[in-house]
């Protein structure tokens, strides 16, 4: 199996699902590759991640977390439960649609710009975005006051997906502090070795 990533939030999700699983696989550093004909014919978006695994080439990182959890029979998607599916399709979507975009502006100002160095934060402009995150994390806030994870009350694919531009908040300087039961659930995941370090080791030169 391998695996294409760059040092992002969404293959954050695929690499911390494989450590978390013992899969064996190779990881690639597509970071400088992207943009490469070789590998927009593995993915035609020129975006991570990407996973081969035999004659499966898969993208979407939420698809390729199912396709894992399928392989190695584990219930972080439940393949067997059509009412549980339904409801981590739920959040999977509503990641998509309002988490990511909430969420989003401020993991990008504080987080890829200094992961990929591309320059300094724009507070200023994160002023107009936070409405729109008090918006959603009221709703996440108000499910997880009564639930211990996003969805079926145990660790899914959807926590993942809905944590990974959240779990740096503090850095990213997300307006998280009236919002405590998503605190008490991100702080949680850190907690998982996997999802706290998932980042491949880097291979020496020799290597
Ligand atoms: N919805 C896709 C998102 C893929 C995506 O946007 N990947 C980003 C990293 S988080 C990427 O490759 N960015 C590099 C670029 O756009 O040049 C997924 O979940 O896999």
């Known amino acids: 199996m391998k695996i294409y990533w760059i040092k992002a939030q969404a ?20 970071s ?31 698809a390729i977390m199912a396709h894992l959890c399928v392989r190695e029979s584990c219930d972080m998607w439940p393949a067997r439960n059509p009412q549980e599916q339904i409801e ?21 100002e504080h987080i890829v710009k200094k992961t990929f160095g591309i320059g300094a934060p724009d507070r200023a402009a994160l002023v107009a975005k936070v409405s729109n995150l008090k918006t959603f994390a009221a709703v996440l806030d108000a499910h997880l006051r009564s639930h211990s994870h996003i969805a079926c009350d145990r660790l899914t694919i ?50």
């Open 11 to 30: 293959p954050r999700r695929v690499l911390a699902l494989v450590k978390h699983l013992g899969v064996q696989a190779e990881f690639i550093d597509i």
């Open 32 to 62: 400088r590759g992207l943009k490469t004909p070789e590998f927009a014919a593995l993915n035609p978006n020129m975006k991570a991640p990407v996973l081969l695994d035999g004659d499966t080439v898969l993208w979407e990182s939420a």
């Open 88 to 108: 981590v399709l739920r959040w999977l979507a509503w990641t998509d649609c309002h988490w990511a975009p909430a969420v989003g502006p401020f993991y990008f």
């Open 158 to 207: 959807a926590d993942f997906a809905a944590a990974s531009m959240a779990t740096d908040w503090r850095e990213a300087e997300m307006p998280m502090e009236p919002f405590p039961n998503i605190v008490r659930w991100l702080d949680g995941l850190m907690r998982l070795p996997a999802w706290a370090e998932p980042w491949p080791e880097k291979r020496s030169a020799a290597a």
